[in-house]
């Protein structure tokens, strides 16, 4: 069982950045994804990397100002966020599966973090 614990959220202001980390237990996936779900709304993808090829997809609300990376030596994943807007604010949960492909939806995942509250202000 794999788990995953995010850190890195917390408040910042609009044009501001953040990094948010997720740990994993044990690398017995391949993808990492980083999701992000407001209250009212459904989750929604926000970023993805394959752990071997290090290839990476983005939601297109957050491409060119958000950045996915991994480190393989401490079984991190890293979501650089840069030029944050209000809209940005969000639970961000990190989560791992075992697709053979880069995934942008959540079914595909199999393991999820607790998520970590991001919020933007004006």
């Known amino acids: 069982q794999v788990q995953l614990v995010e850190s890195g959220g917390g408040l910042v202001q609009a044009a501001g950045s953040l990094m948010l980390s997720c740990a994993a237990s044990?690398?017995?996936?391949?993808?990492v994804g980083w999701f992000r779900q407001a209250p009212g709304h459904a989750r929604e993808f926000v970023a993805a990397?394959?752990?071997?090829?290090?290839?990476?997809v983005y939601a297109g609300s957050v491409k060119g100002r958000f950045t996915i990376s991994r480190d393989n030596a401490k079984s991190t994943a890293n979501l650089q966020m840069n030029s944050l807007k209000v809209e940005d604010t969000a639970v961000y949960y990190c989560?791992?599966?075992?697709?053979?492909?880069?995934?942008?939806?959540?079914?595909?995942?199999?393991?999820w973090g607790q998520g970590t509250q991001v919020t933007v202000s004006s």
């Open positions: 044990e690398r017995t996936f391949t993808t």
């Open positions: 990397v394959g752990w071997n090829s290090g290839g990476t």
């Open positions: 989560a791992a599966g075992s697709s053979w492909y880069v995934a942008d939806r959540p079914g595909e995942y199999d393991y």
